[in-house]
């Protein structure tokens, strides 16, 4: 049905307490450093380190951890095996000849490979590291930090509440419908989804309606607070989150001032 | 269709969202414009992005098997106009890649420039043309959402071309190579969406048309004459 | 009692029907009095949601006027802040009321919207939840709370709000019982600090055990308003009102039918029904009483209360109000009794059982009267100790 939410163990893992500002510089800066790394060391180094920090320090469990991580691999692969087949640079390998056209495999392109290999292995892993271990109300704390304007905020905030809401909906709609073969086949499936799809959006024009009502009758002048903040980060979290980052911007940078190889 | 975390290479992952801030700067001020101007702005925006959010997390039955999501911004376009679409894709971009672990965050302004600017404005574009050449309404939302799919899914091909340009033939035979790579998946699954889209469309008109007249979808006429056909 | 007998709602000739449907409300006329607990009871589809929406200036009447401390409630934006404001509105879906991603956010929406600067919001917020029994949830998200919980976060939501009346709309709805009696304890200490409680249900026994003033509301019209008594002493009213009649009070009707009870006997609880029950048997004779220890919190004698209950061997406790309850929790003190509290240990004690009560402030007076009431018009000899720091009190 859906996909896993992944707010269930954002909420309950072993790093849940910890700053958020922490989590997201850990996080996001392992993301930032592996997407300018010109080598594959940083994202390698980052896909390994994190994982295990995902796994053995904050808790969540692996088979969760690599289900999530492998997710995409169809598009992953194909595109993978494309740029394999399109890219060039270097040395020719092999040539694979496909009825008129030729394809040349050639050392550039299977650098590319793996560097975009490594680079998403990476980036998946720092991206699931905060969607794991930070619930994301933190999130719209960050938002305001980088000034993002309040109107914008707010939606973001509403949007969050609203949206469990309606899934919580559909799970259920969904359910009486498979309850009666609502999915049984290709053609009861497009119309129960319309069904679906169209009872949402009516459900949810009404929920609007209701929202507003909720909100004036609380005296709504356009103002929404924004979440208390979590506990202070302490010194040696700090220095931690910093060593690792700047190991991270060594191994990405390293082959710029070195020269690539 | 979402460009997963990391895939794109700089210094092509920046620029998508150089490309996109105008945009987006445009859309966060009609929000604001909008929530001045009008008390019920704010809910209802947010329980759209909730729709568009929940209707993408839906798995729609597929020819090749494999399962596929709707994007939902092809409708959004048509229910809520091009301008804020972007806003409310942002926020759904946003959610999707911290939820879901789908998309993701560097890629974010390219599956931003695809998903929540470019597939919209084809699919409103194509309703509104369709509106007032006084075409079927529902083949016009089922083009209208079928082509912001296919709309998508060109730009995101574009984007992957234009980072991983073919050895022989540059950008253009990358092009070819991306786009028939994926039109196996996402020309069906454009179809498949218009047709649900369209789908949607004729159940919320019976149920509910005076809602799409509020929106400013429908025109009241189209409204009521689309409400008895159906009857 | 104790007040005044002003309205602190009034419907005068309310009339109300929504666009293309039959009347909601026709021509209306009541009067909700402050300070006290009114439940307006009626079968589903009677218009009870409807009505308490005009409490609160939500919905305006096609025809009559709704007045709220004394001024008819004008509809521009800054008048119908005011009304809100005294008239705090709780829906009966507790997901339809709570709009903020945190619990702590949603709280403070009240407040923050009424220009209140953050430290004052935080204060707030703080007190509120702590009324609610809910302190520490600042941090917590709406969806991965209990029905009871939500109905607790909304309930706070309003009262930080500080409104002279509360309106809830079926706040048992989606209670399961035991929920269900703690939220009518909770109402009852609301009510206690003063704040004048307006409840709609279809819980007939819900209504005429709690409320002060039951208004019958039937297809939009109020077919009777007064005390629960003047209620059942008309069965025509019940039916007309789709209700049913709770078994005890049928009870109550039938023993007063047939000369066992007095003819005007009302339903006033189990205790009063047992002693008039009693009284008429002959040669009836009742063993000695038992004792009602009463234990008032804000004295801070909790501490001592589990070796006096070893000590007596108190087999009943009970508590009143969510201070209470929380100090029985910390104390690691098993409760018995959360609502009705009284009437269950004056039950035990006529029956020769000692009971705790523990309660804070103004209800300790309560209970004392009603214990005394009790105890005069039956004759009894329950004796009422309460527990204060230096020295004891008896009453006989």
């Known amino acids: ?261 | ?231 | 009692m104790r007040e005044s007998d002003e309205p602190a709602i009034e419907f005068r000739e309310v009339s109300f029907s929504y666009p293309f449907r039959p009347p909601s409300l026709r021509r209306l006329s009541l009067r909700i009095i402050k300070g006290r607990k009114t439940a307006i009871l009626g079968p589903n589809g009677a218009g009870k949601t409807t009505l308490l929406l005009h409490c609160n200036g939500s919905l305006r009447p096609d025809d009559g006027a709704v007045i709220v401390k004394g001024e008819q409630i004008r509809y521009d934006r800054s008048s119908l802040r005011r009304i809100r404001r005294t008239v705090g509105l709780v829906f009966q879906r507790s997901d339809s009321q709570l709009i903020a991603p945190t619990v702590y956010q949603d709280v403070a929406f009240g407040p923050v919207n009424l220009g209140m600067e953050s430290e004052q919001v935080r204060e707030i917020v703080e007190e509120t939840l702590h009324a609610v029994g809910l302190s520490g949830y600042d941090r917590r998200v709406p969806h991965q709370l209990s029905e009871g919980e939500k109905k607790r976060v909304a309930i706070a939501g309003v009262l930080a709000m500080g409104p002279e009346v509360l309106v809830l709309d079926e706040p048992t709805a989606s209670l399961d019982p035991a929920g269900a009696e703690e939220m009518m304890d909770l109402l009852d200490e609301l009510h206690e600090r003063g704040v004048t409680l307006v409840i709609s249900t279809h819980d007939v026994h819900l209504a005429l055990g709690w409320a002060d003033d039951v208004i019958l509301l039937v297809d939009g019209e109020k077919i009777h308003q007064g005390p629960p008594g003047s209620v059942f002493d008309r069965p025509e009213l019940m039916r007309q009102a789709h209700l049913s009649t709770p078994p005890l009070v049928e009870l109550v009707r039938g023993l007063a039918a047939r000369g066992v009870l007095p003819r005007d006997t009302l339903w006033k609880g189990v205790p009063v029904l047992i002693e008039a029950i009693t009284e008429k048997i002959p040669g009836y004779k009742r063993g000695s009483c038992g004792t009602i220890y009463i234990a008032d919190l804000s004295n801070g004698v909790s501490a001592h209360l589990p070796q006096l209950i070893e000590e007596k061997r108190i087999r009943h406790t009970g508590a009143m109000g969510t201070i209470a309850k929380r100090e029985a929790a910390r104390h690691g003190i098993q409760l018995h009794f959360t609502h009705g509290v009284i009437d269950k240990c004056l039950l035990r004690a006529t029956m020769g059982e000692d009971s705790l009560i523990m309660t804070t402030g103004g209800m300790v007076a309560r209970v004392r009267e009603r214990v005394s009431e009790f105890s005069l018009s039956y004759k009894l000899d329950i004796s009422i100790v309460e527990i204060g720091m230096p020295g004891e009190e008896h009453i006989d």
């Open chain 2, 1 to 231: 269709m979402h460009i997963m975390e990391g895939f794109l290479p700089s210094p092509w992952w920046e620029l998508w969202f150089v490309v996109s801030l105008p945009l987006i700067i445009l859309g966060l001020h009609r929000l604001k414009e909008i929530s001045d101007m009008r008390r019920d702005a704010i809910p209802l925006l947010a329980v759209a992005g909730a729709f568009i959010f929940v209707l993408s997390s839906l798995k729609l039955p597929s020819v090749t098997g494999s399962c596929s999501h709707p994007t939902g911004t092809g409708l959004a376009a048509i229910l809520f106009g091009p301008v804020v679409t972007p806003v409310l894709c942002l926020i759904v971009l946003l959610y999707q890649a911290l939820f879901l672990a789908h998309g993701g965050i560097t890629t974010l302004g390219a599956n931003l420039f695809s998903m929540g600017i470019a597939g919209p404005m084809v699919g409103y574009s194509v309703y509104r043309l369709g509106c007032r050449v006084g075409a079927n309404t529902y083949m016009t939302v089922f083009l209208a959402a079928a082509l912001a799919d296919v709309g998508t899914y060109l730009v995101t091909s574009a984007q992957l071309a234009l980072a991983f340009p073919a050895a022989e033939g540059g950008v253009i035979a990358s092009l070819a190579v991306f786009g028939g790579i994926f039109a196996l998946t996402q020309v069906p699954l454009a179809v498949i969406e218009g047709i649900v889209v369209a789908l949607i469309f004729k159940y919320i008109i019976s149920l509910r048309a005076d809602i799409l007249v509020k929106l400013d979808v429908l025109t009241k006429g189209r409204a009521d004459a689309l409400r008895e056909a159906a009857e």
């Open chain 1, 1 to 261: 049905m859906f996909d896993v939410i992944l707010e269930e163990y954002a909420s309950s893992n072993r790093f849940t307490e910890r700053d958020s500002r922490l989590k997201f510089t850990l996080g996001f800066g392992a993301l930032l450093l592996v997407s300018i790394s010109m080598s594959p060391l940083a994202p390698i180094f980052v896909a390994i380190s994190m994982a295990l920090i995902v796994i053995l320090l904050a808790g969540i469990p692996a088979r969760v951890y690599l289900s999530l991580l492998l997710l995409p691999s169809p598009f992953l692969v194909l595109s993978i095996v494309a740029i394999l087949l399109i890219t060039g640079g270097g040395n020719a390998l092999t040539a694979i000849h496909l009825g008129p056209y030729t394809l040349h495999l050639s050392t550039g392109a299977i650098v590319i490979a793996i560097n975009t290999a490594a680079r998403i292995l990476g980036g998946m892993s720092a991206l699931l590291f905060v969607a794991l271990t930070t619930p994301m109300v933190e999130l719209f704390s960050l938002l305001k930090s980088l000034r993002l304007p309040q109107e914008f905020i707010d939606l973001s905030m509403l949007v969050y509440r609203c949206t469990f809401l309606m899934l919580a909906e559909a799970i259920a709609i969904q359910n009486a419908q498979t309850m009666r073969q609502g999915y049984s086949n290709f053609r009861n499936s497009i119309r129960s989804i319309s069904l679906l799809g169209s009872g949402l959006f009516i459900r949810g024009w009404n929920r609007g309606e209701e929202l507003l009502l909720a909100m004036d009758s609380r005296c709504y002048d356009g103002r929404f607070e924004m979440p208390l903040k979590g506990k202070r980060m302490g010194r040696v979290e700090i220095s931690l989150v910093f060593a690792y980052l700047v190991i991270c911007g060594f191994l990405a940078l390293a082959p710029y001032i070195w020269g690539s190889g």
